[in-house]
């Protein structure tokens, strides 16, 4: 079985700050294939459904400002966000979908 | 636009019953499988349940299989979560989420719905 899992679990960052979020997947998610990391990362708001930021470890969703980013490769993985914003306070998560039964790591609180 | 509205959550004994529904519109929904992810009180994200497009699979996290159960009309763009034998574990919000994939899941959660709330209490 797949297991993600994410590490800070909290992280107070300020204003302007860079915030870094990592993610560790139990096995590999680079399909050899089509050399691509079958993992994502969802933002979810205070009484918000989640919202898809990244996919393909490294691809901003339209309408994702640019201050998000995506790397790693294999079984590491890192977001990060430059110039932190209010609005970004929220829960982050990273999810694999490389299996077929997709798994989310245990999320990430970020706080200013 | 994409629309998911989850209904029918509640309040229900240990070893009930419940249905959840979830209304789709804005896409073709007969082209896209469908996501069940729930989200305990406080806690973080669970990917519950996935049917593909055309129903002709589901797959299931091992916690609920043999209790929930995944079904898609495609003639009512609806995607359904039949729960029975529920615990207290399973006290959530619901949340069924659109697949990116066309005609093929990618495990995506591209579109989610605001969720519903399922408690399991006596």
């Known amino acids: 079985d797949f297991v993600v899992t994410q590490s800070p679990d909290s992280l107070a960052v300020s204003l302007g700050e860079r915030a870094t979020i990592n993610c560790k997947s139990s096995?590999?998610?680079?399909?050899?294939?089509?050399?691509?990391?079958?993992l994502a990362w969802y933002q979810q708001k205070p009484g918000q459904p989640p919202k898809l930021l990244i996919s393909w470890a490294s691809t901003r969703e339209s309408g994702v400002p640019d201050r998000f980013s995506g790397s790693g490769s294999g079984t590491d993985f890192t977001l990060t966000i430059n110039s932190l914003q209010a609005e970004d306070v929220a829960v982050y998560y990273c999810q694999q979908y490389y299996d077929t039964l997709p798994a989310f790591g245990q999320g990430t609180k970020l706080e200013i | 636009q994409v629309q998911l509205v989850e209904s029918g959550g509640g309040v229900v004994q240990p070893g009930g019953s419940l249905t959840l529904s979830c209304a789709a519109s804005?896409?073709?929904?007969?082209?896209?499988?469908m996501h069940w992810v729930r989200q305990a009180p406080g806690k973080g994200l669970e990917w519950v349940a996935f049917i593909r497009f055309d129903t002709s699979n589901a797959y299931y996290i091992d916690s609920v299989k043999g209790r929930f159960t995944v079904s898609k009309d495609n003639s009512r763009n609806t995607v359904s979560l039949q729960m029975n034998g529920l615990r207290g574990e399973d006290t959530a919000v619901y949340y069924c989420a659109k697949d990116r994939g066309y005609r093929s899941p990618d495990g995506l959660l591209e579109n989610w719905g605001q969720g519903t709330l399922v408690t399991v209490s006596s």
């Open positions: 096995q590999s998610v680079l399909y050899s294939s089509n050399n691509k990391n079958y």
């Open positions: 804005g896409f073709t929904f007969r082209s896209y499988g």
